[in-house]
């Protein structure tokens, strides 16, 4: 692609265009890579059925060839709303070979989120179930760019889904040259507004994640892969069956989310690396099981609160290794490794990446001064500029530059880095909350709650809880005294229950008669959270 090209979708091209050392330059090749050297190897996993390496090539390019009988190539978007299973695996990895820009959208996604998404990325394809058939057909007025739904459980609506794996040997598809910078996945992300914004990688950044850490000895190349989070989530693909199939292993979906029959699991089928967030670790405890021995722990997605690792320690005796990632990276952009950080610390630097603290002007601050995490690729060694920063936000042209100035990244999040180079973030971007390793803005709660005509002002802020790390709370000013706040509670929970992701919807309701607020009549958030939160 050229810099017009690029700027075209709002993007900006990569500063460098270095291949890793001595790994693939591309997603696109690794699983005919993988069929090459072991075909006859476990390669994925889910509750139907089972694929070797070389039953999974022919299954990509049975689903490539079916792409392309629609019309899918090179830079269009095929997005997907499936639960865990084998075939959002395999249509992610046939879009890759095709070129194509990969869109995944959680399938608990209110309607209207998805709504945005598909108009948003223009996506020409959507493969769902008959779960959402519903939601789907009520959104595809609003979707011209959307010419193909294909529901991979329904036979008469699924494309040829279905048909076309029974004959996956006999398949061909087209092999175009990749470039490995141009788009390959948009990745949706709240904003601080609420509104879902796309983060664009390339298969460039996605491979170059793995490549680094295998590299540097980190992230144990040998081990079994397998996910309970949703691989919609691009960033779980990429710590899932990205990493897994670089490294020749297979990739397997967890029956559940559930800590019983996932640390079970882990057991009987020798799991060495799935995601954890927080709460999964909350409840591990609670529940008292033992771990495998070959098993360490990990956590991601929300800081660990202190009492968790703690108590972890007191029963596992290790420590849980803490890590700092975002959307924008992508996934990990520090670990603590195996060493145990200072209290409140997220890991060092990634070996490939080099984290700077900046101020508001982007000028680099000393040792221990907070300021905005801002991070880069190493400029010395072998894995010199071989990071390549996010492409930019999809359709915004001043975002990505805002994103990207002065040649970093800038998370928006903000830190400081001690003299031997451990992050702590003191706090995330905006308000942001972090409840149970999901990111939930308080402006698109409070856009839902203001639309009820008995609310005269609201806020929503964040109160801290041991489990999820952070509860959302919601402040009510009624419009007027003799409303039944009562009644009001109930109908505002009916209502973000019909507008918002179950996760996003409050915890706790408070109503207050009036706001605490500034000279310029804004209302002043820490007193609030200083209002819900007990005293110690």
Same mark, same amino acid.
């Given at each position: 692609?050229?810099?017009?090209?690029?700027?075209?979708?709002?993007?900006?091209?990569?500063?460098?265009?270095?291949?890793?050392?001595? *790994?693939?330059? =591309?997603? &696109?090749?690794?699983? !005919?890579?993988?069929? $090459?050297?072991? /075909?006859? @190897?476990? #390669?994925?996993?889910?509750?139907?059925?089972?694929?070797?390496?070389?039953?999974?090539?022919?299954?990509?390019?049975?689903?490539?060839?079916?792409?392309?009988?629609?019309?899918?190539?090179?830079?269009?978007?095929?997005?997907?709303?499936?639960?865990?299973?084998?075939?959002?695996?395999?249509?992610?990895?046939?879009?890759?070979?095709?070129?194509?820009?990969?869109?995944?959208?959680?399938?608990?996604?209110?309607?209207?989120?998805?709504?945005?998404?598909?108009?948003?990325?223009?996506?020409?394809?959507?493969?769902?179930?008959?779960?959402?058939?519903?939601?789907?057909?009520?959104?595809?007025?609003?979707?011209?760019?959307?010419?193909?739904?294909?529901?991979?459980?329904?036979?008469?609506?699924?494309?040829?889904?279905?048909? *076309?794996?029974? =004959?996956? &040997?006999?398949?061909? !598809?087209?092999?175009? $040259?990749?470039? /490995?910078? @141009?788009? #390959?996945?948009?990745?949706?992300?709240?904003?601080?507004?609420?509104?879902?914004?796309?983060?664009?990688?390339?298969?460039?950044?996605?491979?170059?994640?793995?490549?680094?850490?295998?590299?540097?000895?980190?992230?144990?190349?040998?081990?079994?892969?397998?996910?309970?989070?949703?691989?919609?989530?691009?960033?779980?693909?990429?710590?899932?069956?990205?990493?897994?199939?670089?490294?020749?292993?297979?990739?397997?979906?967890?029956?559940?989310?559930?800590?019983?029959?996932?640390?079970?699991?882990?057991?009987?089928?020798?799991?060495?690396?799935?995601?954890?967030?927080?709460?999964?670790?909350?409840?591990?405890?609670?529940?008292?099981?033992?771990?495998?021995?070959?098993?360490?722990?990990?956590?991601?997605?929300?800081?660990?609160?202190?009492?968790?690792?703690?108590?972890?320690?007191?029963?596992?005796?290790?420590?849980?290794?803490?890590?700092?990632?975002?959307?924008?990276?992508?996934?990990?952009?520090?670990?603590?490794?195996?060493?145990?950080?200072?209290?409140?610390?997220?890991?060092?630097?990634?070996?490939?990446?080099?984290?700077?603290?900046?101020?508001?002007?982007?000028?680099?601050?000393?040792?221990?001064?907070?300021?905005?995490?801002?991070?880069?690729?190493?400029?010395?060694?072998?894995?010199?500029?071989?990071?390549?920063?996010?492409?930019?936000?999809?359709?915004?042209?001043?975002?990505?530059?805002?994103?990207?100035?002065?040649?970093?990244?800038?998370?928006?999040?903000?830190?400081?880095?001690?003299?031997?180079?451990?992050?702590?973030?003191?706090?995330?971007?905006?308000?942001?909350?972090?409840?149970?390793?999901?990111?939930?803005?308080?402006?698109?709660?409070?856009?839902?709650?203001?639309?009820?005509?008995?609310?005269?002002?609201?806020?929503?802020?964040?109160?801290?809880?041991?489990?999820?790390?952070?509860?959302?709370?919601?402040?009510?000013?009624?419009?007027?005294?003799?409303?039944?706040?009562?009644?009001?509670?109930?109908?505002?929970?009916?209502?973000?229950?019909?507008?918002?992701?179950?996760?996003?919807?409050?915890?706790?309701?408070?109503?207050?008669?009036?706001?605490?607020?500034?000279?310029?009549?804004?209302?002043?958030?820490?007193?609030?959270?200083?209002?819900?939160?007990?005293?110690?």
């Amino acid at each position: 692609m050229t810099e017009e090209e690029y700027a075209t979708f709002g993007l900006q091209a990569p500063p460098a265009r270095i291949d890793p050392p001595g *790994a693939p330059r =591309d997603v &696109a090749g690794l699983i !005919a890579r993988a069929a $090459a050297h072991c /075909p006859d @190897a476990e #390669a994925l996993v889910d509750s139907r059925r089972s694929y070797n390496f070389r039953e999974l090539a022919e299954a990509v390019t049975a689903a490539a060839a079916l792409f392309d009988g629609a019309g899918i190539g090179a830079g269009d978007r095929v997005a997907a709303s499936l639960g865990n299973q084998n075939d959002l695996v395999i249509a992610f990895f046939a879009a890759m070979r095709l070129g194509a820009v990969w869109v995944g959208i959680n399938k608990i996604l209110p309607e209207g989120d998805k709504r945005h998404i598909l108009a948003h990325s223009g996506a020409k394809l959507l493969l769902t179930d008959s779960s959402l058939a519903a939601q789907v057909d009520a959104l595809r007025g609003d979707t011209p760019d959307l010419a193909h739904v294909w529901m991979v459980d329904d036979a008469a609506r699924d494309g040829g889904w279905t048909a *076309a794996f029974a =004959d996956a &040997a006999d398949a061909t !598809a087209p092999l175009p $040259a990749i470039d /490995p910078f @141009a788009p #390959a996945a948009i990745m949706y992300t709240s904003g601080t507004t609420g509104v879902p914004k796309g983060v664009v990688h390339s298969q460039h950044n996605m491979i170059v994640v793995p490549a680094a850490a295998f590299a540097h000895g980190l992230m144990t190349p040998d081990a079994r892969r397998g996910s309970a989070l949703p691989l919609t989530i691009t960033n779980v693909m990429i710590l899932g069956p990205v990493s897994a199939f670089l490294a020749y292993r297979p990739f397997l979906f967890a029956p559940s989310i559930k800590i019983d029959p996932l640390i079970e699991w882990i057991r009987e089928r020798r799991i060495g690396q799935v995601a954890f967030v927080p709460t999964m670790i909350y409840d591990l405890l609670q529940a008292d099981l033992d771990l495998p021995d070959h098993f360490r722990m990990s956590s991601g997605g929300a800081p660990l609160p202190h009492a968790i690792r703690e108590a972890f320690f007191e029963r596992y005796g290790y420590h849980v290794s803490p890590s700092y990632g975002l959307t924008e990276a992508p996934t990990v952009v520090a670990h603590s490794f195996d060493a145990v950080p200072p209290d409140g610390a997220s890991g060092h630097a990634l070996p490939h990446l080099e984290i700077s603290i900046r101020d508001a002007e982007g000028r680099p601050l000393a040792t221990g001064a907070v300021g905005e995490v801002c991070f880069g690729p190493v400029r010395t060694g072998p894995w010199a500029d071989v990071y390549t920063p996010p492409l930019g936000y999809w359709r915004e042209g001043e975002k990505t530059a805002a994103l990207l100035r002065g040649g970093v990244v800038h998370s928006g999040d903000h830190g400081s880095l001690d003299p031997d180079g451990w992050l702590t973030i003191a706090d995330r971007s905006s308000d942001l909350i972090l409840r149970g390793g999901s990111n939930v803005y308080p402006a698109e709660i409070e856009r839902v709650l203001h639309a009820h005509d008995g609310v005269a002002d609201c806020a929503v802020v964040p109160k801290p809880d041991l489990r999820m790390g952070m509860l959302t709370v919601a402040c009510i000013q009624p419009a007027r005294s003799d409303i039944d706040r009562a009644v009001l509670e109930a109908e505002l929970v009916a209502l973000c229950r019909e507008k918002l992701t179950r996760y996003k919807i409050p915890d706790e309701w408070r109503f207050l008669d009036s706001f605490p607020r500034n000279a310029m009549g804004k209302i002043v958030k820490p007193k609030l959270r200083e209002l819900v939160t007990p005293a110690d």
